[in-house]
């Protein structure tokens, strides 16, 4: 008989079942069974009574709820309208992801389990009820399951004898292939890969809506332990609306500092752009990422390097591994056997991928880029509750926040991601003007309307008049003067620094003003900060345009 493909479908709130519902089809393809892996609400579900052979795996959110991207589905697979032998063709399993300190424990996947059973299909074998408060985590659970479900699909579909099982230390093609560009497109903001049609419709996870942040305002006392912002966004015209007790979902970047480190831990260049192409038919690229993309824009607003690692990371990591010592770590690591031992490395101390990577630097800095979204979860919108009306501010949406900074036994704190970005962005310190000329009256080129604009708080703008007093003073030496908010915005903030003038000899002072900045405010010395200038260059952060 003719192995069918196998479909996974998935129910994830985090990203944990997700993660599971992938492993499931890596160790499908390992075993040279087809699979295809799909969001519930990604799949057209009344297709389901042509499915021989479905996993679904379901995660149980809230009080009993199921995640987001399976509503529609849950809605329709419970229609009462549907016939009893609707499902009478299909061998199904039930992998639930739940928390059994809650009193709903893995509600969501106990209930469709019964539902496919009253809609005539056939279980494969009992339901696997994965329990977050397992001491090894719901692996614990799942490793032997994941045994006898192979053992039982095989059984009922063999596959030709000639097909042997890749085995696990040898990797899997990646989903998709980076195809590197030969010279740099024209540049885009990092916001613009985000950017969304007003055709599009309302806002959603999918569609985001850029609003603007106009107040970000601590509300503790500066002594208080917990550091708490209100921050306030600016909606208007965005066709967004809630009510009391509803949440907004924000989308946040790595910081310059971890996007700079992990490039330079894996050895990619962060200006370098590519197109991504997906390595079969019918595979969508992944959405948030624009077409050509750099590597800076990939792994500040896409990659989760700021997140924990879960096993798959390790196993995979494993794979590509050209190190001896550093693959027998990971091979460990990523075994049933080793799950103690990561808890202990990762989970209690909240490690990072960015920290493991660190960690075993001979395997970073082999990791093909093909691999990189195979390797590292896409960064999930974090839901805050919303702390303000629209009858009283029909323009505003307020959120109240706390910043996550806690202490473990790394040297380092860890931070909230969202929460930290969030509290580092000043609404007030968007656009820096420093504008020279001569006379104030004289050559101030759009001089009103410039200060027009600061007076609207678009810009902060800083002249140079070199002729009004006895010592000439130039932009250069207003940068010198304000060194700490340069290497503040430039170091801290990701700012992008444009020059434009004469070529004679503004350039070259100017950028030994920065140069010295660099040196006195980020304590480089003369070759990093010469390197640290580079980089800016590379990424498109520094760019200049002059003329004779």
């Known amino acids: 008989m003719t192995a069918p493909q196998l479909l996974v479908l998935f129910g994830s709130q985090t990203g944990t079942a997700q993660d599971v519902a992938e492993r499931l089809g890596r ?73 059994s300190s809650y009193a709903k424990f893995n509600f969501v996947a106990k209930k469709l389990h019964r539902r496919l059973l009253q809609l005539g299909a056939s279980a494969l074998l009992p339901i696997c009820l994965g329990d977050d408060q397992h001491e090894l985590g719901p692996d614990a659970i799942i490793d032997p399951w994941l045994g006898d479900l192979w053992e039982k699909v095989l059984e009922l579909y063999p596959v030709p004898i000639d097909l042997p099982v890749i085995p696990h230390g040898v990797p899997l093609p990646s989903k998709f292939t980076l195809q590197f560009l030969p010279e740099v497109p024209n540049p885009r903001s990092k916001e613009s890969c985000l950017a969304i049609s007003d055709s599009l419709g309302p806002p959603s996870e999918s569609q985001p809506f850029l609003a603007p942040m106009v107040t970000n305002q601590r509300v503790t006392g500066p002594s208080h332990f917990q550091d708490v912002r209100l921050i306030e966004f600016d909606i208007t015209d965005s066709g967004i609306s809630f009510a009391a007790g509803d949440v907004v979902l924000i989308q946040p970047s790595n910081s310059a500092a971890h996007t700079q480190q992990f490039c330079h831990v894996l050895g990619l260049d962060p200006s370098q752009c590519f197109v991504l192409q997906p390595r079969e038919p019918d595979v969508p690229c ?8 750099s590597v800076w824009q990939l792994v500040s607003q896409y ?31 990523s075994s049933a056997q080793g799950q ?14 960015l920290e493991v990577l660190c960690d075993f630097p001979h395997t970073a800095g082999a990791i093909p880029p093909d691999y990189l979204l195979d390797l590292i979860p896409q960064i999930r919108p974090r839901a805050f ?41 000043d609404p007030e310190k968007g656009n820096f003007l420093f504008f020279g000329c001569r006379w104030r009256d004289q050559d101030f080129y759009w001089g009103d ?35 700490p908010l340069v290497w503040e915005l430039l170091d801290r903030r990701g700012a992008y620094f444009y020059l434009a003038g004469n070529a004679k000899y503004m350039p070259t002072d100017v950028t030994e003003a920065l140069m010295s900045i660099f040196q006195e405010e980020g304590g480089l010395s003369h070759p990093n900060a010469a390197t640290y200038l580079a980089r800016l260059q590379r990424t498109l952060r520094f760019q200049t345009e002059t003329w004779a």
């Open 449 to 483: 309307e410039w200060q027009e604009l600061e007076k609207r708080g678009c810009l902060t703008l800083v002249t140079a008049f070199s002729r009004e007093q006895g010592r000439k003073v130039y932009v250069q030496h207003r940068l010198r003067e304000l060194g």
């Open 27 to 99: 160790e499908a393809r390992r075993r040279r069974l087809g699979c295809r892996v799909q969001a519930l609400d990604s799949y057209a579900v009344a297709n389901l009574i042509r499915e021989p052979l479905v996993v679904f795996v379901c995660a149980t959110t809230g009080q009993g709820d199921p995640p987001d991207n399976m509503k529609n589905f849950w809605r329709f697979i419970f229609r009462k309208n549907l016939p009893s032998t609707s499902l009478c063709q299909m061998d199904f399993a039930v992998l639930g992801l739940g928390d």
């Open 303 to 333: 990659l989760d390097i700021a997140s924990v690692p879960r096993r798959s990371f390790f196993e995979l990591l494993a794979c590509l591994s050209p190190h001896e010592l550093e693959r027998e770590k990971l091979l460990e690591l």
């Open 286 to 293: 992944p959405p948030g990422l624009p077409q050509p993309c």
């Open 340 to 353: 103690e031992d990561l808890c202990e490395y990762c989970s209690r101390p909240r490690r990072t991928i």
């Open 385 to 425: 509750s919303i702390a303000s009306s629209l009858l009283v501010h029909p323009r505003r949406l307020q959120i109240l926040v706390a910043v996550v900074q806690y202490w473990t036994r790394l040297k380092e704190p860890r931070r909230g991601l969202c929460s930290s970005w969030l509290a580092s962005l």
